[in-house]
């Protein structure tokens, strides 16, 4: 049994919510262990939409106070972290059997003016017909209105809220479960079990339960307690195609029940397309997508488009759970994406149910928020203000930041010094270190990998396997063949 020093707060999951926990606690003065059963974001938090939204779908549901805070939280993050965090253009062709156009015109505007938009342009009407928008959509739509939103590349939130939380002295354990929590006078006792076999144990004021889709599973069965909230599973697959437009924006397609359907420029020559929404009752970790969704997907966009996207041309695709508050709700898409909160006993245990990477910095302070009554010297929230690591730029101006970096590169390849500053922003020179050519980058295994940035997420971003690197630090394994990644895998795992 290994002795870990007393903390205030043990946060278990590794999640965009757990991760943005222990971050925030750590700047207010606690002393913090974050533990993750896998990867960091190895669950949800790398299978999202990769979107900061407000959820425009979400006003037909009422949920204005959710909508709000979502947008308002859109700039925030465009400030925190610009390198990864990106306006995008949505286009929605109207369709006027799903919604009629005044009732989409009154939800722009309701997006326009909820949240106090200040960095990103408002909504406008597009001629489809004639605007180079409407080229690849089939002559019976003419006419779509244009919205702004934003891209996020989702599983590196999550580590560069976990490193910046570990350089404020949060213990970050990957690999390692909460095994067993039992409360003991004033305090909890923890154990934890890592990859390894390794136990270890501390003590702790409270617990965060950011266990997403498991959070059940660590009320029920690692602090043997109950509670009366519940997580309903709702199943979101998306596929990646060759991208089949030109431009840089997206879109937004109706369906028939009225469901919406992403269409995003992933990876410069790629399209994520996304997401369903089907209830889910096996267990998260073997979630996977299924034929009948790859269908309905495809379906819902070729009925779009003059050229239709074959099944055929799928490039990779993907499966998340989504672990909502359970509201009863009979449609899983009206399902609530907000998030409650159940803080139980003393000391406490506080559980999250719900929420969407979009808010999870504000539902981060919110938790520490009900959490300060059992920590009255906790000092207040700090991080709406506040980079996260490499995206302290000036003015949070990415493009002036990547014309700088390239003078001071000018030997790196134009697509490559664009992915070291995207990914990794004002931190992209630890990458490069001392190097003045590309054989300086150490052993080139493929597209715009280098060793140098294996050696580098190894060192600081807790990457163990090769799919931690190819598949959620980056997304090199779009880029790569089959030898190639296997390459990786062969010189990453000895």
């Known amino acids: 049994m290994r002795e870990l020093a007393p903390v205030d707060l043990v946060v278990i999951g590794g999640g965009i919510n757990g991760a943005g926990i222990a971050r925030d606690a750590a700047g207010r003065g606690l002393s913090v262990i974050l533990c993750e059963k896998d990867d960091l974001a190895q669950g949800t938090s790398s299978r999202s939409g990769k979107l900061i939204h407000g959820g425009l779908r979400y006003l037909e549901y009422y949920e204005f106070r959710l909508v709000r805070e979502a947008l308002i939280e859109r700039e925030v993050l465009l400030n925190a972290a610009p390198h990864i965090v990106w306006p995008m253009r949505f286009v929605l062709p109207h369709s006027p059997d799903q919604r009629p156009a005044w009732l989409v015109r009154l939800g722009l505007f309701l997006y326009d003016h909820l949240g ?14 004639r605007d180079p928008e409407g080229k690849p959509i089939k002559a019976d739509f003419t006419r779509a ?6 891209w996020v590349d989702d599983a590196r939130l999550v580590s560069l809220n976990a490193l910046d939380a570990r350089e404020r002295g949060v213990k970050v354990m990957t ?32 617990i965060a339960n950011a ?43 109706q369906n028939h029940d009225k469901r919406v359907i992403f269409v995003n420029p992933y990876e410069g020559n790629m399209a994520l397309i996304g997401t369903t929404d089907i209830p889910y009752d096996g267990q998260a970790e073997d979630v996977a997508i299924e034929d009948r969704e790859i269908d309905y997907l495809l379906a819902a966009v070729n009925r779009y488009l003059k050229v239709a996207v074959k099944k055929e041309a799928i490039i990779h695709q ?10 009863n709700a009979a449609n899983p898409s009206a399902v609530t994406r907000d998030y409650v909160f159940d803080v139980e006993g003393t000391p406490p245990l506080l559980s999250v149910f719900g929420g969407k990477i979009t808010t999870y910095r504000k539902l981060a302070e919110h938790a520490l928020d009900k ?10 929230g700090w991080t709406a203000t506040a980079p996260l690591p490499g995206g302290d730029m000036p003015g949070a101006d990415f493009d002036r930041f990547l014309g700088e970096f390239q003078q001071r590169h000018p030997w790196l390849p134009e697509a490559l010094a664009r992915h070291y500053a995207r990914l990794y922003g004002t931190r992209a020179a630890k990458i490069i270190g001392g190097a003045q050519d590309l054989t300086g980058l150490g052993r080139h295994f493929g597209g715009l990998l280098y060793e140098r940035e294996i050696a580098y997420l190894k060192a600081e971003e807790w990457a163990v396997t090769a799919e931690d690197i190819l598949h959620r630090r980056t997304k090199h394994g779009l880029h790569l063949t089959a030898t190639e990644r296997g390459a990786v895998k062969a010189f990453v795992e000895v």
């Not at 106090?116 to 017909?129: A, H, Q």
């Not at 029920?220 to 991208?243: C, D, E, F, M, Q």
């Not at 959490?371 to 207040?380: S, V």
Request: aromatic fraction near 12%.
């Open 116 to 129: 106090g938009r200040n960095k990103l342009p408002g909504c406008r009407k597009i001629d489809l017909t």
């Open 145 to 150: 209105f244009e919205y702004s939103d934003c």
């Open 175 to 206: 690999r390692t479960a909460a095994t067993s929590a039992r409360r003991n006078g004033d305090h909890w006792d923890v154990e934890f079990r890592s990859a390894d076999g390794t136990v270890s144990r501390t003590s702790a004021k409270a």
């Open 211 to 253: 266990a997403g889709p498991w959070v059940e599973n660590i009320i029920n069965g690692v602090v043997g307690s109950n509670s009366a909230r519940r997580v309903r599973l709702v199943k979101g697959s998306h596929i990646i195609v060759p991208k089949f437009w030109e431009g840089p924006q997206a879109y937004l397609f």
């Open 318 to 327: 993907f499966s998340g759970v989504r672990p909502l508050y359970d509201d």
């Open 371 to 380: 959490l300060k009554p059992f920590f009255p010297g906790m000092k207040e």
